[in-house]
C-alpha cells in the first residue's frame, strides 16, 4: 500500500472508495484536505475544529454540501472546557498550552459519531496538540478503518510506539514518520477493518 504524504500527515492511497466517511480532528484551516487528493464529491467529510474563526475559514474553503464543519472540541469526556489558543501561533490551539483561554464545547469521539449517526469511519485525520492521547485513550478507535495522527511526544514526554502498542494493540503500523521528533506522524490500519 501506497503512502502520501501532504502538509502534516499522510494517508493511504486508494482509502476513501465511495459512500465513506472522512473525518478530521483539528482540521484548522483545511490544509491536509486540501494537499490530499481525498477530497471528491463521493464521499462524505466532516472536519472538527474548536476555533470559531478557523471555522469561518473552513465554510469559505469547503462550501460543498458534503463537507460538515463542527465547531467543538473532540476529548475523553462531554462536556465544555478550557481551550487555550497560543499567542504567537493563533492557529495552535489545546488543553494543554498557555494562551488566550476560551471555553469549548467538548464530545467524546462515541458521542459525537452518535450525535452525527455515524456508525462507521473509514479514515480519521488528527492533529490536536496532544489530546489526540486522550481521545485514544477513552476511544480506542474500534469504528475507525485507518488513522493518521499526529503525534506530540515533545511536548506530552510520551513514547509514540510504546503508547500505540498498549493503546491501539489492534492497529497496525503502515507508516511512522519523524520518529525521534517533537511531533511524529503515524498511520495506522485497524486489523479488525
Same mark, same amino acid.
Given at each position: 500500500?501506497?503512502?502520501?504524504?501532504?502538509?502534516?500527515?499522510?494517508?493511504?492511497?486508494?482509502?476513501?472508495?465511495?459512500?465513506? !466517511?472522512? !473525518?478530521?480532528?483539528?482540521?484548522?484551516?483545511?490544509?491536509?484536505?486540501?494537499?490530499?487528493?481525498?477530497?471528491?464529491?463521493?464521499?462524505?467529510?466532516?472536519?472538527?475544529?474548536?476555533?470559531?474563526?478557523?471555522?469561518?475559514?473552513?465554510?469559505?474553503?469547503?462550501?460543498?454540501?458534503?463537507?460538515?464543519?463542527?465547531?467543538?472540541?473532540?476529548?475523553?469526556?462531554?462536556?465544555?472546557?478550557?481551550?487555550?489558543?497560543?499567542?504567537?501561533?493563533?492557529?495552535?490551539?489545546?488543553?494543554?498550552?498557555?494562551?488566550?483561554?476560551?471555553?469549548?464545547?467538548?464530545?467524546?469521539?462515541?458521542?459525537?459519531?452518535?450525535?452525527?449517526?455515524?456508525?462507521?469511519?473509514?479514515?480519521?485525520?488528527?492533529?490536536?496538540?496532544?489530546?489526540?492521547?486522550?481521545?485514544?485513550?477513552?476511544?480506542?478507535?474500534?469504528? !475507525?478503518?485507518?488513522?493518521?495522527?499526529?503525534?506530540?511526544? +515533545?511536548?506530552?514526554?510520551?513514547?509514540?510506539?510504546?503508547?500505540?502498542?498498549?493503546?491501539?494493540?489492534?492497529?497496525?503500523?503502515?507508516?511512522?514518520?519523524?520518529?525521534?521528533?517533537?511531533?511524529?506522524?503515524?498511520? +495506522?490500519?485497524?486489523?479488525?477493518?
Amino acid at each position: 500500500m501506497r503512502v502520501i504524504r501532504a502538509y502534516d500527515l499522510c494517508y493511504p492511497e486508494g482509502v476513501l472508495r465511495g459512500d465513506d !466517511v472522512y !473525518v478530521e480532528i483539528g482540521a484548522c484551516r483545511g490544509k491536509f484536505l486540501l494537499k490530499s487528493e481525498l477530497l471528491n464529491d463521493l464521499n462524505t467529510y466532516h472536519l472538527i475544529e474548536p476555533q470559531k474563526d478557523l471555522c469561518a475559514s473552513l465554510h469559505n474553503r469547503f462550501p460543498q454540501p458534503h463537507v460538515r464543519i463542527h465547531n467543538l472540541a473532540i476529548d475523553d469526556r462531554d462536556g465544555v472546557g478550557n481551550f487555550a489558543v497560543v499567542k504567537d501561533a493563533p492557529e495552535s490551539s489545546s488543553f494543554y498550552q498557555n494562551g488566550k483561554d476560551q471555553t469549548i464545547e467538548t464530545q467524546t469521539l462515541e458521542t459525537w459519531m452518535d450525535r452525527e449517526n455515524i456508525d462507521h469511519i473509514r479514515f480519521l485525520a488528527m492533529n490536536c496538540e496532544q489530546s489526540e492521547y486522550d481521545i485514544i485513550r477513552h476511544s480506542g478507535l474500534v469504528d !475507525v478503518d485507518f488513522v493518521a495522527i499526529e503525534f506530540h511526544p +515533545g511536548k506530552s514526554g510520551i513514547d509514540t510506539a510504546g503508547f500505540l502498542k498498549y493503546r491501539l494493540p489492534n492497529f497496525e503500523t503502515l507508516a511512522m514518520f519523524r520518529q525521534g521528533e517533537p511531533y511524529n506522524v503515524w498511520l +495506522g490500519k485497524n486489523r479488525n477493518a
